[in-house]
């Protein structure tokens, strides 16, 4: 698969797993590809957790459902009934979930490039994940961001220590296909714009 093949294909899954284990050597890729982003000051902020235990994603299935009850309670009308037939997560179905935390500490007080901007750390973080979702999407894997969670649960879950900061659970895991077009989408949440509608010429 070509990169840019990977990037149109790249889907965020959640009905789709089949719960059949990644291979050892699939998943090291995977995670090789995550651990190859760029980061500020070459500082490499991230830690992935690895959730295979039935328990534990219950309980992780549990808490994000409350938290979608939590969400659903600030709609009505037609947003509330079009929310109502989104699945937003595939926990236990995956069999794998991927906890992906930050840690600002890494890289020693002095951060090259980000003593201005506190948050470049973190988006050395989201690079990281975005390598990892377009590898799995090579691997023919799917990948389910879920952010439907309070970040103290989480931590807690997982045992992170308090200066890490969970940052996604990502679902992982063979499906029986990557959907053409997102969930969102197809269920009329919202659509993606046009490129048109972001592109600013010189000025914004
Ligand atoms: C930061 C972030 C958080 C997200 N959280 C969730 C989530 O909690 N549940 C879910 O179903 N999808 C989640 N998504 C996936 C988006 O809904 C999805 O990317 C978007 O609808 C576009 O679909 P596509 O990724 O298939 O192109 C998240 C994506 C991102 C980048």
């Known amino acids: 698969m070509d990169l840019y093949d990977a990037i149109n294909r790249r889907r965020d899954t959640r009905a789709e797993f089949t719960g059949e284990p990644v291979a050892p050597d699939v998943l090291e890729r995977v995670l090789s590809a995550a651990h190859a982003a760029p980061s500020v000051g070459m500082s490499q902020p991230w830690d992935f957790v690895l959730v295979r235990d039935a328990d534990r994603l219950e309980r992780f299935h549990a808490h994000v459902a409350t938290e979608r009850d939590t969400f659903a309670a600030t709609l009505s009308g037609e ?43 973190l988006y050395s973080v989201v690079c990281a994940i975005q390598n990892l979702w377009l590898a799995a999407t090579a691997e023919g894997l799917g990948v389910g961001w879920v952010s439907f969670y309070r970040e103290e ?7 992170m220590p308090e200066g890490v900061r969970p940052v996604a659970w990502l679902c992982v895991g063979h499906v029986e296909d990557l959907p053409d077009v997102p969930d969102l989408e197809r269920f009329g949440w919202r659509h993606r714009s046009p490129l048109s509608s972001v592109v600013h010429d010189e000025t914004f």
Do not use: M, Q, W
Not at 153 to 159: C, N, P, Q, S, T
């Open 153 to 159: 649960f989480l931590r807690d879950l997982v045992g």
């Open 79 to 121: 947003r509330a009934e079009t929310f109502s037939r989104i699945k937003i997560e595939g926990i236990r179905e995956s069999g794998l979930g991927i906890v992906v935390g930050y840690d600002p500490s890494r890289g020693g007080p002095n951060v090259l490039g980000r003593h201005a901007i506190a948050d470049a750390g």
